[in-house]
């Protein structure tokens, strides 16, 4: 890319209020695949003194006309995506006609067709595929919205309540939609399609009926319940925990199989990806019920945190993002398991996150700079940025926290507000001092802790000494306010009661300076701490513990999370002191003893225990290390689970043959499935027909979580079956694409060396489409981020795969392209042949004549 062609940076410095608000806005769509007619009337308002031009956002769109007032208009220019109207009347309606192409709109941004239907994605800045607009969250609107179709659609929609429809000449209707509630253009959508509906209602507290209604495509509906149901917990959980209800009386969920990301909660007007909301036991695994649930409460809980109350400018995304991902990760662990849930927040969080925050795209909670905003919809915005809400809720407490989100809504709905603002609210509220706390939102990079333990056996004292580094990449950063739990366990697991010189000492220690000691008195014996309790701040802690100690933690610790952690602790360790002395790669005893006390265990939280049997991921392991070592990981990870499984194949069978699973989705039903599955895990690594027998039972169920558990731990073990059950899937699902992403995800897990080809030979399959996000991250996203031995084969074939696949990408849909680069971001970690062949792919694309923004502020950053 030439230096006159390179994309240019926004700043969050730069900000400054927009000229004109819209104080309403009148949209008509005449809907055709290839000339779709947009017709708009603003009610336009100078806010500004002086005689600035308008300049109206717009991309790819044929301007037909431009009205003031009703009359022409010829006092414009249009400009580089832009269109610059001078010398408006400081109050005047503004008319614009343009044509947009839906059919021909692959980016999946704007108006486009997915299937036969037509949709929208709009957030963070499709609007302007849309129509010329003030395309920016703080300009809040009114919206009425006329909908005019072939009657083949049967359903136009659109956000609000829908004031009319009717029919017209030519085979063609109308339907026309009011928003009562002033939004930014963002939160607009339309959906006119050809639907199956599944109907039902919700009566607020305050005893208003909401309608509501699950659009999806003909034939779907036995897969739509799971959603439903979904949906009024969501509700009902926000009414109980947050004190919120309900604003509309329709709320409308659309269900289409091609959309970039999970789903979009437009106001009133949800649209999901397919995949977030189909599911029976038949097709959908139980971890897919679970996102299911997870996703459509996240949606609906934006329409307080993000719709009533939205962001000022894309910069403060995290302030709706990262607030509500904690509201939908509070609403799973309220209705389910808060120990699980915790422990997948906590993973995202050490693998993904951690990871980001290392590298070319380090990025504060509040970006400062962007470039293309949809790549910062990231980890570090949304799950950091939930970590960073959690930290409030542990200094505040609920009670507090609450009053700060009641304070938040008094002062704010209804506006476009920044992350200063809803801090501010939570401080006033609660009348803690979080001036220090806020730098979370400045500062990238993810701060060490390093902690030394002192036991004074004279005193009975005992000292923490925390000294709080700044992250590595990110040497300037100043001492964050860090709320760090702990845990201090007596030698027979008793927890201790804190104290110290008379005084009771809180769990939650302030860790505010570079250096701070805590001590604790009154003690009889060295305790054995437990530190970060629950992963209560984002950080990496330098500790070490004894393998007695963490087995210890393991055994008594009342944080089921940091029994979990210990656990992890262990097998790290066990990994690194094995790559640190080759000759001795074996488990401890001590190891397989505690996993064999799991597997005989049968009472507690069964998926708990699932996860406890499960050796640390190959990301989770990378992060321990510089330079990533990949064979040795591989290795000694296979080796790792081959011991486990000879030496407890006995008990896995016990314990595989003593789970009953009623086949419901109850918690112990899903639990057991759990355990279930991870016996079969190992057991597939055992060649013997009593268990090839089990494993073709499981495929042969009619439960997809045991059909996977059984289908991936063949695959995964490279045995012998893997040919035969992945074939019997493919003719058994060929008819249903979603599931038939199931089946790419494990072809793209194969062991062999012809696996690049394999996956080569299946962009031929009739269900894979390269234009539809699910079935390109199923096959090849999951072959970048999981098969970890072919994706980074040392002959620099895996990565050419995926550099192929971007640069067909980048010109089909740039926002898809630029997540399925995300495994080249982390080049420099890998040794001198892998790095250098991953860093040729991204020359490769950095070449490209018609590179995206999206692609090159990745790359450009990746290479800098
Ligand atoms: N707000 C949307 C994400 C929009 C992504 C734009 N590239 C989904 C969500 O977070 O709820
Ligand atoms: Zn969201």
């Not at 009661?497 to 769990?507: A, C, I, R």
Request: glycine letters at 4%.
């Amino acid at each position: 890319m030439t230096a006159s062609k390179k994309p240019q940076a926004h700043y969050l410095k730069d900000y400054q209020a927009p000229v004109f608000s819209v104080e309403h806005i009148d949209l008509t769509f005449d809907l055709a695949p290839l000339k779709t007619q947009v017709s708009s009337l603003l009610t336009l308002k100078r806010l500004t003194a002086e005689n600035d031009d308008l300049v109206l956002d717009g991309i790819d769109l044929t301007l037909l006309s431009v009205t003031v007032d009703g009359h022409a208009y010829t006092d414009f220019r249009e400009a580089d995506e832009q269109l610059i109207i001078s010398n408006l009347p400081s109050q005047c309606r503004l008319g614009i006609v343009n044509e947009i192409s839906p059919q021909t709109n692959t980016s999946l941004e704007g108006l486009y067709l997915s299937g036969g239907a037509y949709c929208t994605q709009c957030e963070a800045q499709g609007f302007r595929k849309i129509t010329y607009y003030l395309d920016r969250p703080d300009v809040l609107a009114s919206f009425d919205v006329t909908i005019i179709a072939d009657t083949q659609f049967t359903h136009l929609l659109s956000n609000g309540n829908k004031l009319d429809e009717g029919k017209l000449d030519n085979g063609r209707h109308f339907a026309k939609w009011q928003d009562p509630f002033k939004k930014p253009s963002y939160l607009f959508a339309l959906v006119a399609g050809d639907f199956d509906v599944l109907e039902d209602t919700f009566v607020t507290h305050s005893g208003r009926s909401i309608d509501l209604a699950l659009f999806v495509d003909k034939g779907n509906l036995p897969k739509t319940p799971h959603a439903m149901t979904s949906l009024k917990k969501s509700m009902q959980w926000d009414e109980e925990r947050f004190n919120l209800e309900y604003d509309l009386d329709i709320y409308m969920i659309v269900a289409v199989d091609f959309f970039n990301m999970g789903a979009m909660e437009n106001k009133g007007l949800n649209i999901f990806n397919s995949k977030c909301v189909l599911a029976n036991q038949e097709t959908a695994t139980d971890k897919d019920y679970h996102t299911i649930e997870s996703i459509v409460g996240h949606e609906y809980f934006h329409n307080w945190t993000g719709n009533r109350v939205t962001c000022r400018d894309w910069f403060q995304l995290s302030l709706k993002e990262g607030l509500t991902v904690f509201r939908d990760q509070e609403f799973s662990s309220d209705l389910g398991s808060r120990a699980l849930n915790r422990i997948d927040a906590v993973k995202v969080m050490r693998t993904h996150q951690f990871s980001e925050d290392a590298g070319p795209m380090a990025h504060p909670i509040r970006p400062e700079q962007v470039i293309e905003m949809n790549n910062f919809y990231t980890v570090t915005v949304y799950d950091k940025g939930a970590e960073v809400i959690r930290m409030m809720h542990t200094l505040l407490g609920e009670e507090k926290f609450q009053q700060g989100m009641t304070l938040y809504f008094e002062r704010h709905d209804g506006q476009a507000v920044t992350c200063d603002d809803f801090v501010a609210a939570m401080s006033d509220a609660s009348n803690i001092d979080l001036k220090q706390f806020k730098r979370w939102y400045s500062q990238a990079g993810t701060p060490r802790l390093v902690v030394k333990q002192d036991y004074n056996e004279e005193l009975g004292v005992f000292t923490l000494n925390i000294e709080q580094l700044a992250p590595l990449n990110q040497p300037n950063n100043t001492e964050l306010h860090i709320p760090f739990a702990i845990e201090l366990l007596d030698p027979q697991g008793e927890s201790i009661t804190l104290g110290f010189q008379g005084k009771p000492v809180s769990h939650v220690l302030n860790v505010t300076s570079k250096q701070q000691c805590f001590s604790f008195d009154g003690l009889t014996a060295k305790p054995v701490a437990v530190l970060l309790e629950d992963f209560s701040a984002p950080c990496i802690v330098e500790k070490y513990n004894t393998e007695t100690e963490l087995l210890h933690i393991m055994q008594f610790a009342r944080s089921d999370f940091s029994r979990w952690d210990a656990q992890q602790q262990l097998f790290i360790s066990a990994v690194k002191e094995a790559i640190s002395n080759p000759a001795d790669n074996t488990l401890s005893v001590p190891i397989i003893t505690a996993l064999q006390n799991l597997l005989g265990k049968r009472d507690g939280d069964l998926a708990l225990t699932a996860e406890l049997l499960k050796l640390p991921s190959f990301d989770t392991l990378a992060a321990e290390f510089d330079v990533i070592p990949v064979d040795t990981i591989i290795s000694i990870t296979e080796q790792f689970e081959r011991q486990i499984a000879e030496h407890l194949c006995n008990e896995f069978l016990d314990c595989y043959a003593s789970l009953i699973d009623d086949g419901t989705v109850s918690a112990s039903a899903v639990a057991t499935r759990a355990l279930k599955s991870i016996c079969l895990h190992y057991l597939a690594k055992i060649t013997d027909p009593a268990i090839a027998n089990l494993l073709n039972n499981a495929a042969a169920s009619s439960n997809m979580t045991n059909v996977l558990a059984a289908l991936s731990a063949v695959v995964k073990a490279d045995n012998p079956l893997s040919v035969e059950l992945l074939e019997q899937f493919d003719s058994h699902w060929r008819h249903d694409v979603l599931v038939m992403d199931k089946w790419f995800a494990l072809q793209a897990m194969q062991c062999g060396d012809d696996a690049i080809d394999k996956i080569k030979n299946l962009y031929e399959h009739p269900c894979f489409d390269f234009s539809n996000p699910n079935r390109v991250r199923a096959l090849v996203g999951s072959f970048s981020h999981f098969n970890t031995a072919q994706f980074h084969r040392k002959d620099g074939l895996g990565y050419q795969l995926l550099g192929d696949l971007l640069i067909k990408l980048n010109a089909i849909n740039p926002q898809n392209a630029s997540r399925m680069l995300t495994p080249f971001m982390s080049w420099r970690r890998y040794d001198e042949q892998r790095s250098s062949a991953m860093k040729a792919q991204l020359q490769r694309l950095a070449l490209l004549d018609d590179l995206s923004d999206d692609l090159f502020e990745k790359v450009d950053k990746a290479l800098q």
